[in-house]
């Protein structure tokens, strides 16, 4: 089953803008990762936060994580080109096992 | 860094022919491997836990007897998708867990068409 949603669904962006996108979930996670996907490929994993964090930093990757909502956020600045692709969040549970969101699909135009 | 390898990244075959599917970890070794299924431009949808040495855990709605999970060794996993028909038609994608680092590596996934 899916975990979580995530909003917007598609996002489309000039080149040096901030790209931002929300994921909700609705059970308890260990901790909660992002995921980027060029079309076609496998994942690449972004950046994962515990549930006992609130804000991580990984280059121009900046994710929140509110507990109490059961909502994550990542913010990508200074976007570019090469940004361009699908991203999902998605939560681990207690079994190990990750449940993704529905993806947002990000395109950045130069 | 932790890489997993798939293959094959494409195959087409048969209706009622059986596809097999490896999932590698090439630097490192995974006791559990994960096996999603994606439709286009929709999620990841986790079929099966692959646990070395034991009977994969499958997931509601998920036939153990039509996706055959193998997981042999600690660096080797398998999906085979037996007698398969156009609807499975479908991208398969691997993960592995790496007790190490506390993440999670995908292979590049299979795009499986069955004419």
């Known amino acids: 089953s899916q975990q979580g949603e995530e909003d917007p669904q598609a996002l489309s962006i000039q080149e040096g803008e901030n790209a931002t996108m929300n994921c909700s979930y609705k059970t308890s996670i260990n901790n909660l990762q992002w995921y980027r996907q060029n079309s076609g490929r496998g994942l690449v994993h972004l950046i994962l936060i515990r549930s006992n964090e609130r804000e991580k930093h990984s280059g121009r990757l900046r994710v929140t994580l509110d507990t109490s909502k059961k909502s994550s956020s990542l913010l990508i600045t200074a976007s570019r080109a090469a940004d361009t692709a699908s991203y999902f969040c998605a939560t681990e549970d207690s079994w190990g096992k990750l449940q993704f969101g529905a993806g947002t699909q990000v395109v950045v135009t130069p | 860094g932790a890489v997993v390898s798939q293959h094959p990244s494409r195959v087409i075959c048969k209706s009622g022919t059986s596809v097999k599917i490896e999932c590698r970890s090439l630097?490192?070794?995974?006791?559990?491997m994960f096996w999603y299924r994606q439709f286009p431009k929709q999620s990841l949808m986790l079929m099966a836990t692959s646990n070395e040495g034991s009977k994969a855990t499958y997931e509601q709605g998920v036939e153990k007897d039509k996706f055959l999970i193998n997981h042999a060794s600690l660096t080797l996993s398998t999906l085979t998708v037996t007698s398969a028909h156009p609807e499975d038609s479908s991208f398969y994608i691997c993960s592995a867990r790496n007790e190490g680092n506390y993440g999670y590596t995908f292979g590049s996934g299979t795009r499986l068409t069955v004419v």
């Open positions: 630097d490192f070794q995974a006791t559990t």
